[in-house]
Protein backbone atom coordinates (compact mmCIF):
# COMPACT_ATOMS: atom_id res chain seq x y z
CA UNK A 1 0.00 0.00 0.00
CA UNK A 2 1.13 3.62 -0.70
CA UNK A 3 2.65 4.65 2.51
CA UNK A 4 2.39 8.13 1.05
CA UNK A 5 -1.23 8.35 1.10
CA UNK A 6 -4.10 8.13 3.60
CA UNK A 7 -7.45 6.73 2.23
CA UNK A 8 -10.60 8.38 3.54
CA UNK A 9 -13.45 5.52 3.60
CA UNK A 10 -16.67 5.67 4.32
CA UNK A 11 -18.92 2.76 5.64
CA UNK A 12 -22.87 3.60 5.50
CA UNK A 13 -24.68 1.28 7.27
CA UNK A 14 -28.76 2.11 8.60
CA UNK A 15 -29.99 3.02 12.01
CA UNK A 16 -30.35 -0.22 14.11
CA UNK A 17 -29.03 -2.17 11.63
CA UNK A 18 -25.46 -2.39 12.33
CA UNK A 19 -24.04 -6.02 12.42
CA UNK A 20 -20.92 -7.62 12.74
CA UNK A 21 -20.70 -7.96 9.01
CA UNK A 22 -19.83 -3.56 9.35
CA UNK A 23 -17.14 -4.46 11.90
CA UNK A 24 -15.51 -7.46 9.45
CA UNK A 25 -15.37 -5.28 6.50
CA UNK A 26 -13.51 -2.63 9.11
CA UNK A 27 -10.88 -5.51 9.63
CA UNK A 28 -10.58 -6.20 5.61
CA UNK A 29 -9.81 -2.22 4.91
CA UNK A 30 -7.43 -2.16 8.05
CA UNK A 31 -5.59 -4.69 7.29
CA UNK A 32 -4.51 -3.75 3.74
CA UNK A 33 -3.27 -1.04 5.22
CA UNK A 34 -2.37 0.92 8.41
CA UNK A 35 -3.19 3.99 6.12
CA UNK A 36 -6.89 3.37 6.38
CA UNK A 37 -9.08 7.06 7.84
CA UNK A 38 -12.80 4.78 8.43
CA UNK A 39 -15.95 7.35 9.07
CA UNK A 40 -19.30 5.38 9.69
CA UNK A 41 -22.10 7.08 8.11
CA UNK A 42 -25.30 6.43 9.76
CA UNK A 43 -28.20 6.65 7.31
CA UNK A 44 -31.73 6.31 8.62
CA UNK A 45 -33.84 3.97 9.63
CA UNK A 46 -34.37 1.44 6.77
CA UNK A 47 -37.47 -0.49 5.99
CA UNK A 48 -37.69 -4.33 7.65
CA UNK A 49 -38.35 -7.27 5.88
CA UNK A 50 -42.17 -9.04 6.21
CA UNK A 51 -42.49 -10.25 9.27
CA UNK A 52 -42.98 -13.99 8.26
CA UNK A 53 -39.11 -14.06 6.65
CA UNK A 54 -38.00 -12.44 9.96
CA UNK A 55 -39.34 -15.54 11.18
CA UNK A 56 -38.04 -17.84 8.88
CA UNK A 57 -34.33 -16.26 9.29
CA UNK A 58 -34.77 -16.23 13.01
CA UNK A 59 -35.82 -20.14 12.92
CA UNK A 60 -33.41 -21.07 10.58
CA UNK A 61 -30.49 -19.28 12.43
CA UNK A 62 -31.88 -20.75 15.90
CA UNK A 63 -32.28 -24.35 13.96
CA UNK A 64 -29.30 -24.50 11.61
CA UNK A 65 -26.54 -22.11 12.86
CA UNK A 66 -24.50 -22.53 15.97
CA UNK A 67 -21.93 -19.59 17.07
CA UNK A 68 -21.05 -15.85 15.45
CA UNK A 69 -22.49 -14.78 12.79
CA UNK A 70 -22.12 -12.05 10.27
CA UNK A 71 -25.55 -11.13 10.78
CA UNK A 72 -25.58 -10.64 14.34
CA UNK A 73 -26.96 -6.66 15.29
CA UNK A 74 -24.14 -4.70 17.72
CA UNK A 75 -23.63 -1.96 19.03
CA UNK A 76 -23.32 1.28 16.79
CA UNK A 77 -20.28 2.99 16.87
CA UNK A 78 -19.81 5.58 19.45
CA UNK A 79 -18.81 8.42 16.52
CA UNK A 80 -20.52 8.96 13.41
CA UNK A 81 -21.90 10.85 11.07
CA UNK A 82 -25.80 11.15 10.59
CA UNK A 83 -26.22 11.15 6.70
CA UNK A 84 -29.10 13.24 5.58
CA UNK A 85 -31.56 11.95 3.03
CA UNK A 86 -34.60 9.16 3.15
CA UNK A 87 -35.94 5.92 1.99
CA UNK A 88 -38.16 6.17 -0.92
CA UNK A 89 -39.29 2.68 -2.87
CA UNK A 90 -36.53 0.80 -1.44
CA UNK A 91 -33.48 3.04 -2.37
CA UNK A 92 -31.76 5.78 -0.37
CA UNK A 93 -32.12 9.47 -1.70
CA UNK A 94 -29.63 11.70 0.14
CA UNK A 95 -31.00 15.32 0.48
CA UNK A 96 -29.05 18.42 -0.16
CA UNK A 97 -27.39 18.24 3.06
CA UNK A 98 -26.15 14.64 2.60
CA UNK A 99 -24.33 15.52 -0.57
CA UNK A 100 -23.24 18.37 1.40
CA UNK A 101 -22.14 16.02 4.03
CA UNK A 102 -19.74 14.00 1.45
CA UNK A 103 -18.14 17.30 -0.04
CA UNK A 104 -17.01 18.16 3.98
CA UNK A 105 -16.33 14.69 4.48
CA UNK A 106 -13.46 14.52 1.23
CA UNK A 107 -13.97 10.59 0.93
CA UNK A 108 -12.16 8.42 -1.10
CA UNK A 109 -15.06 6.04 -1.48
CA UNK A 110 -18.16 4.91 0.29
CA UNK A 111 -18.94 1.22 0.92
CA UNK A 112 -22.51 0.69 1.35
CA UNK A 113 -23.79 -1.51 3.83
CA UNK A 114 -27.09 -1.30 3.66
CA UNK A 115 -29.76 -3.69 3.36
CA UNK A 116 -30.98 -1.84 -0.26
CA UNK A 117 -29.09 0.14 -2.96
CA UNK A 118 -28.38 4.10 -3.08
CA UNK A 119 -30.67 5.90 -5.41
CA UNK A 120 -28.68 6.16 -8.89
CA UNK A 121 -27.66 10.09 -8.71
CA UNK A 122 -24.90 11.88 -10.72
CA UNK A 123 -24.00 13.63 -7.60
CA UNK A 124 -21.96 10.74 -6.16
CA UNK A 125 -19.31 10.23 -8.85
CA UNK A 126 -17.69 13.56 -8.69
CA UNK A 127 -17.62 12.99 -5.00
CA UNK A 128 -16.26 9.99 -4.13
CA UNK A 129 -13.22 9.56 -6.39
CA UNK A 130 -13.15 5.39 -6.02
CA UNK A 131 -16.58 4.94 -5.77
CA UNK A 132 -19.77 4.32 -4.05
CA UNK A 133 -18.75 0.37 -3.45
CA UNK A 134 -21.83 -2.47 -2.82
CA UNK A 135 -21.71 -5.75 -2.88
CA UNK A 136 -24.71 -7.51 -4.36
CA UNK A 137 -25.80 -11.35 -3.77
CA UNK A 138 -27.62 -12.39 -7.52
CA UNK A 139 -28.41 -8.70 -7.28
CA UNK A 140 -29.60 -8.23 -3.59
CA UNK A 141 -27.62 -6.21 -1.31
CA UNK A 142 -25.55 -8.40 0.94
CA UNK A 143 -26.42 -7.45 4.22
CA UNK A 144 -29.95 -8.12 3.59
CA UNK A 145 -30.28 -10.49 5.78
CA UNK A 146 -32.86 -12.31 2.49
CA UNK A 147 -29.86 -12.65 0.25
CA UNK A 148 -29.10 -16.23 -0.79
CA UNK A 149 -32.37 -16.84 -1.15
CA UNK A 150 -32.53 -16.76 -4.19
CA UNK A 151 -29.42 -19.70 -5.20
CA UNK A 152 -31.13 -21.80 -2.60
CA UNK A 153 -34.59 -21.38 -4.76
CA UNK A 154 -33.06 -22.27 -7.41
CA UNK A 155 -30.99 -25.61 -5.79
CA UNK A 156 -27.53 -24.37 -7.46
CA UNK A 157 -23.99 -24.66 -5.54
CA UNK A 158 -23.18 -21.61 -5.88
CA UNK A 159 -24.37 -17.69 -5.56
CA UNK A 160 -23.18 -14.85 -7.64
CA UNK A 161 -21.30 -11.86 -5.59
CA UNK A 162 -20.49 -8.85 -7.35
CA UNK A 163 -18.65 -5.54 -6.75
CA UNK A 164 -20.69 -2.75 -7.79
CA UNK A 165 -19.88 0.83 -8.22
CA UNK A 166 -23.20 2.49 -7.56
CA UNK A 167 -21.67 6.24 -8.32
CA UNK A 168 -21.71 5.35 -12.17
CA UNK A 169 -24.26 5.87 -14.08
CA UNK A 170 -25.50 3.28 -14.79
CA UNK A 171 -23.75 1.49 -12.44
CA UNK A 172 -20.21 -0.25 -12.98
CA UNK A 173 -19.84 -4.11 -12.18
CA UNK A 174 -16.22 -3.88 -10.71
CA UNK A 175 -15.70 -7.72 -10.44
CA UNK A 176 -17.58 -10.86 -9.80
CA UNK A 177 -17.03 -13.62 -7.94
CA UNK A 178 -19.12 -16.69 -6.71
CA UNK A 179 -20.12 -17.51 -2.73
CA UNK A 180 -20.65 -21.56 -1.30
CA UNK A 181 -24.48 -21.68 -1.00
CA UNK A 182 -25.61 -24.15 1.62
CA UNK A 183 -29.33 -25.55 0.30
CA UNK A 184 -30.58 -26.64 3.40
CA UNK A 185 -29.35 -23.14 5.80
CA UNK A 186 -30.03 -19.89 4.74
CA UNK A 187 -28.09 -18.99 7.41
CA UNK A 188 -25.05 -21.03 6.54
CA UNK A 189 -25.25 -19.91 3.28
CA UNK A 190 -24.87 -16.51 4.34
CA UNK A 191 -21.69 -17.24 6.37
CA UNK A 192 -19.88 -18.48 3.57
CA UNK A 193 -20.80 -15.32 0.79
CA UNK A 194 -20.14 -12.67 3.65
CA UNK A 195 -16.94 -14.55 3.95
CA UNK A 196 -15.73 -13.91 0.75
CA UNK A 197 -17.67 -10.61 -0.14
CA UNK A 198 -16.80 -8.78 2.39
CA UNK A 199 -12.88 -9.06 1.39
CA UNK A 200 -13.70 -7.59 -2.19
CA UNK A 201 -13.97 -3.99 -1.86
CA UNK A 202 -10.56 -4.10 -0.09
CA UNK A 203 -9.16 -6.37 -2.97
CA UNK A 204 -10.10 -3.71 -5.54
CA UNK A 205 -8.77 -0.32 -3.17
CA UNK A 206 -5.92 -2.21 -3.04
CA UNK A 207 -5.26 -2.85 -6.65
CA UNK A 208 -6.63 0.75 -7.54
CA UNK A 209 -3.49 1.83 -4.84
CA UNK A 210 -1.31 -0.19 -6.43
CA UNK A 211 -2.21 1.44 -9.86
CA UNK A 212 -3.69 -1.82 -11.60
CA UNK A 213 -7.27 -2.46 -12.33
CA UNK A 214 -8.62 -5.82 -10.05
CA UNK A 215 -7.79 -8.83 -11.49
CA UNK A 216 -10.39 -9.91 -13.76
CA UNK A 217 -11.87 -13.57 -12.82
CA UNK A 218 -13.33 -16.19 -14.88
CA UNK A 219 -16.65 -15.67 -13.65
CA UNK A 220 -17.09 -11.37 -14.38
CA UNK A 221 -19.14 -12.72 -17.56
CA UNK A 222 -21.95 -14.52 -15.32
CA UNK A 223 -24.96 -12.65 -15.08
CA UNK A 224 -26.82 -13.35 -11.65
CA UNK A 225 -30.59 -15.06 -12.22
CA UNK A 226 -33.45 -13.10 -11.51
CA UNK A 227 -36.05 -15.52 -10.06
CA UNK A 228 -38.16 -14.23 -7.95
CA UNK A 229 -37.60 -14.43 -4.42
CA UNK A 230 -39.06 -11.57 -2.77
CA UNK A 231 -40.05 -12.08 1.21
CA UNK A 232 -43.62 -12.61 -0.34
CA UNK A 233 -45.64 -15.04 1.82
CA UNK A 234 -45.63 -17.35 -0.94
CA UNK A 235 -41.78 -17.17 -1.69
CA UNK A 236 -40.95 -17.76 2.10
CA UNK A 237 -43.49 -20.62 2.65
CA UNK A 238 -41.91 -22.17 -0.15
CA UNK A 239 -38.14 -22.20 0.80
CA UNK A 240 -39.32 -23.06 4.41
CA UNK A 241 -41.04 -26.16 2.60
CA UNK A 242 -37.93 -26.69 0.43
CA UNK A 243 -35.42 -26.28 3.65
CA UNK A 244 -37.34 -28.73 5.53
CA UNK A 245 -38.14 -31.22 2.95
CA UNK A 246 -34.01 -31.28 2.16
CA UNK A 247 -33.64 -31.63 6.04
CA UNK A 248 -35.61 -34.82 6.43
CA UNK A 249 -34.86 -36.51 3.50
CA UNK A 250 -30.88 -35.43 4.47
CA UNK A 251 -31.87 -37.87 7.87
CA UNK A 252 -33.53 -40.43 5.81
CA UNK A 253 -30.68 -41.11 3.36
CA UNK A 254 -28.24 -40.86 6.53
CA UNK A 255 -29.89 -44.04 8.15
CA UNK A 256 -29.85 -45.92 4.54
CA UNK A 257 -26.56 -45.65 3.09
CA UNK A 258 -23.00 -44.62 4.35
CA UNK A 259 -21.75 -41.78 1.49
CA UNK A 260 -18.34 -42.72 1.13
CA UNK A 261 -15.25 -42.25 -1.44
CA UNK A 262 -13.63 -45.01 -2.92
CA UNK A 263 -10.35 -45.51 -4.78
CA UNK A 264 -10.02 -47.29 -8.47
CA UNK A 265 -6.54 -47.74 -10.20
CA UNK A 266 -5.52 -49.91 -13.48
CA UNK A 267 -2.18 -50.25 -15.15
CA UNK A 268 -3.93 -50.56 -18.31
CA UNK A 269 -3.87 -47.24 -19.69
CA UNK A 270 -6.18 -48.10 -22.37
CA UNK A 271 -9.18 -49.00 -20.13
CA UNK A 272 -12.23 -46.65 -19.80
CA UNK A 273 -13.48 -46.02 -16.82
CA UNK A 274 -17.00 -45.77 -18.53
CA UNK A 275 -16.49 -49.05 -20.33
CA UNK A 276 -14.22 -51.09 -18.12
CA UNK A 277 -15.15 -50.27 -14.32
CA UNK A 278 -15.46 -53.44 -13.61
CA UNK A 279 -11.68 -54.13 -14.86
CA UNK A 280 -10.04 -52.03 -12.33
CA UNK A 281 -8.67 -52.74 -9.07
CA UNK A 282 -10.03 -50.84 -6.08
CA UNK A 283 -8.75 -49.71 -2.47
CA UNK A 284 -11.92 -50.04 -0.58
CA UNK A 285 -11.59 -48.10 2.82
CA UNK A 286 -13.64 -49.05 6.23
CA UNK A 287 -16.79 -48.29 6.91
CA UNK A 288 -15.60 -45.61 9.18
CA UNK A 289 -13.88 -43.74 7.10
CA UNK A 290 -13.26 -42.62 3.38
CA UNK A 291 -10.48 -42.32 0.85
CA UNK A 292 -9.70 -39.61 -1.28
CA UNK A 293 -7.36 -37.33 -3.12
CA UNK A 294 -4.96 -40.41 -4.49
CA UNK A 295 -1.71 -39.47 -6.11
CA UNK A 296 0.11 -42.35 -7.93
CA UNK A 297 3.92 -42.32 -7.78
CA UNK A 298 6.56 -44.75 -9.02
CA UNK A 299 9.87 -44.50 -7.20
CA UNK A 300 13.23 -44.44 -8.03
CA UNK A 301 13.56 -48.15 -7.33
CA UNK A 302 10.72 -49.28 -9.47
CA UNK A 303 7.91 -49.63 -6.62
CA UNK A 304 4.67 -48.06 -7.77
CA UNK A 305 2.35 -47.07 -4.85
CA UNK A 306 -1.46 -44.75 -3.98
CA UNK A 307 -0.60 -42.20 -1.89
CA UNK A 308 -4.10 -41.00 -0.26
CA UNK A 309 -6.19 -39.11 2.32
CA UNK A 310 -8.11 -41.12 4.96
CA UNK A 311 -10.84 -39.05 6.64
CA UNK A 312 -12.42 -40.70 9.80
CA UNK A 313 -16.25 -40.13 9.83
CA UNK A 314 -15.75 -39.58 13.73
CA UNK A 315 -12.92 -36.78 13.25
CA UNK A 316 -12.92 -35.11 9.88
CA UNK A 317 -9.29 -34.91 10.48
CA UNK A 318 -7.66 -36.23 7.83
CA UNK A 319 -3.87 -37.92 7.90
CA UNK A 320 -2.27 -39.38 4.39
CA UNK A 321 -1.68 -43.07 3.58
CA UNK A 322 0.11 -45.20 0.79
CA UNK A 323 0.02 -48.56 -0.34
CA UNK A 324 2.00 -50.68 -2.69
CA UNK A 325 0.21 -51.34 -5.87
CA UNK A 326 1.10 -54.25 -8.27
CA UNK A 327 -0.33 -54.91 -12.18
CA UNK A 328 -0.94 -58.79 -11.27
CA UNK A 329 -1.86 -59.01 -7.40
CA UNK A 330 -3.66 -57.45 -4.32
CA UNK A 331 -1.67 -54.03 -3.12
CA UNK A 332 -0.52 -54.23 -0.05
CA UNK A 333 -2.01 -52.98 2.96
CA UNK A 334 -2.14 -48.94 3.96
CA UNK A 335 0.46 -47.67 6.20
CA UNK A 336 0.39 -44.16 7.83
CA UNK A 337 2.25 -41.70 5.92
CA UNK A 338 2.02 -38.52 7.56
CA UNK A 339 -0.51 -37.08 10.47
CA UNK A 340 -0.42 -34.46 13.08
CA UNK A 341 -1.92 -31.94 14.34
CA UNK A 342 -4.35 -30.44 11.78
CA UNK A 343 -6.30 -32.02 8.76
CA UNK A 344 -4.09 -33.33 5.95
CA UNK A 345 -4.95 -34.57 2.26
CA UNK A 346 -3.88 -33.83 -1.13
CA UNK A 347 0.01 -35.76 -0.97
CA UNK A 348 1.00 -33.95 -4.13
CA UNK A 349 4.07 -35.85 -5.10
CA UNK A 350 7.19 -34.56 -7.02
CA UNK A 351 10.68 -35.26 -7.80
CA UNK A 352 13.56 -32.52 -7.91
CA UNK A 353 17.55 -32.58 -8.49
CA UNK A 354 17.40 -36.85 -7.47
CA UNK A 355 15.09 -36.62 -4.34
CA UNK A 356 11.49 -36.98 -3.40
CA UNK A 357 9.40 -34.56 -2.06
CA UNK A 358 5.83 -33.80 -1.16
CA UNK A 359 3.43 -30.94 -0.71
CA UNK A 360 0.58 -32.04 1.49
CA UNK A 361 -2.56 -29.92 1.82
CA UNK A 362 -1.99 -27.95 5.34
CA UNK A 363 -4.67 -25.22 5.16
CA UNK A 364 -5.08 -25.30 8.69
CA UNK A 365 -1.38 -24.33 9.35
CA UNK A 366 -1.85 -21.36 7.22
CA UNK A 367 1.01 -22.36 5.01
CA UNK A 368 2.52 -24.72 2.18
CA UNK A 369 4.88 -27.08 3.36
CA UNK A 370 7.48 -28.68 1.21
CA UNK A 371 8.54 -32.31 2.98
CA UNK A 372 11.35 -34.38 1.86
CA UNK A 373 11.42 -37.96 1.57
CA UNK A 374 13.65 -39.58 4.07
CA UNK A 375 12.36 -43.77 3.21
CA UNK A 376 10.03 -44.26 1.07
CA UNK A 377 7.09 -44.06 1.76
CA UNK A 378 6.34 -43.62 5.30
CA UNK A 379 9.32 -41.29 6.44
CA UNK A 380 9.05 -37.83 5.73
CA UNK A 381 10.26 -34.67 7.06
CA UNK A 382 9.63 -30.58 6.85
CA UNK A 383 11.65 -29.31 4.35
CA UNK A 384 10.90 -26.06 4.03
CA UNK A 385 7.42 -23.42 3.95
CA UNK A 386 7.39 -22.41 0.95
CA UNK A 387 4.34 -20.08 1.59
CA UNK A 388 3.42 -19.10 5.04
CA UNK A 389 0.27 -16.69 6.48
CA UNK A 390 -1.77 -17.81 3.65
CA UNK A 391 -5.30 -20.06 3.90
CA UNK A 392 -4.10 -22.34 0.84
CA UNK A 393 -4.95 -25.71 -0.07
CA UNK A 394 -4.00 -28.66 -2.80
CA UNK A 395 -1.03 -26.82 -4.15
CA UNK A 396 0.16 -28.57 -7.63
CA UNK A 397 3.70 -27.75 -8.84
CA UNK A 398 5.12 -27.57 -11.83
CA UNK A 399 8.51 -26.95 -13.26
CA UNK A 400 9.23 -25.45 -16.94
CA UNK A 401 12.23 -25.16 -17.88
CA UNK A 402 11.92 -21.49 -19.44
CA UNK A 403 10.13 -19.74 -16.87
CA UNK A 404 11.08 -21.78 -13.91
CA UNK A 405 8.84 -23.20 -11.17
CA UNK A 406 5.01 -22.35 -10.99
CA UNK A 407 2.39 -23.45 -8.31
CA UNK A 408 -1.55 -23.41 -8.69
CA UNK A 409 -3.61 -23.91 -5.41
CA UNK A 410 -6.65 -22.77 -3.94
CA UNK A 411 -6.98 -19.66 -1.30
CA UNK A 412 -9.68 -18.28 -0.19
CA UNK A 413 -10.58 -15.86 2.78
CA UNK A 414 -10.62 -17.36 6.40
CA UNK A 415 -14.16 -19.32 6.37
CA UNK A 416 -15.23 -18.84 2.81
CA UNK A 417 -15.15 -22.39 0.51
CA UNK A 418 -11.62 -23.78 0.23
CA UNK A 419 -11.98 -24.22 -3.67
CA UNK A 420 -13.98 -21.11 -5.31
CA UNK A 421 -10.63 -19.55 -5.99
CA UNK A 422 -7.27 -20.60 -7.67
CA UNK A 423 -4.10 -18.56 -7.64
CA UNK A 424 -1.10 -18.69 -9.17
CA UNK A 425 2.52 -18.18 -7.73
CA UNK A 426 5.74 -18.33 -9.48
CA UNK A 427 9.50 -19.04 -8.47
CA UNK A 428 13.13 -19.92 -9.45
CA UNK A 429 13.97 -22.08 -7.08
CA UNK A 430 11.69 -24.87 -5.73
CA UNK A 431 12.06 -23.80 -1.19
CA UNK A 432 11.58 -20.14 -2.88
CA UNK A 433 11.01 -17.24 -2.62
CA UNK A 434 7.49 -17.69 -4.14
CA UNK A 435 5.96 -14.76 -5.55
CA UNK A 436 1.76 -14.35 -6.37
CA UNK A 437 0.47 -13.55 -9.57
CA UNK A 438 -0.69 -9.90 -9.86
CA UNK A 439 -3.91 -11.23 -11.24
CA UNK A 440 -4.99 -13.23 -8.66
CA UNK A 441 -7.18 -15.38 -8.31
CA UNK A 442 -6.54 -16.14 -11.83
CA UNK A 443 -10.06 -18.54 -11.91
Known amino acids: MNQAKTLRIGLAYPAQGYRRAHVLSEEHLRRMSPNIDIVWLRLPQEPALPMVARALIAADRLLRFRGVHADDRLPEPVHYFAFSGEWRDKQFQPNADGFQQLATLKLDAVLWLASEEPKPDGRWAGLLPLGLLSVDVNGMELVNTWAGAQAMRQNVPLSVVRLVDRAQLPPHVISTSVGGVASDALSRTRQAIYAKALALPARYLRAKDAGRAMAISAVDAIEPDHVDVTPTLKNVLALAFQVAEKTLMGKRDGRRWISQWQ ?88 SHEGQTYMVPETGARGRVELHRCIKMPDQWELDTVLIDKVNAYDATLFFDDRFGWWMWVSVCEKGADSSEELHLYHAKNLRGPWEPHPCNPVV
Open 263 to 350: IAYTFDADLDWAQDANRFRRLVPPTSAFWADPMPWQHDDGKCYIFFEELPFATWHGRLLACEVFEHQEPTAPVVVMQGDCHLSYPFLL
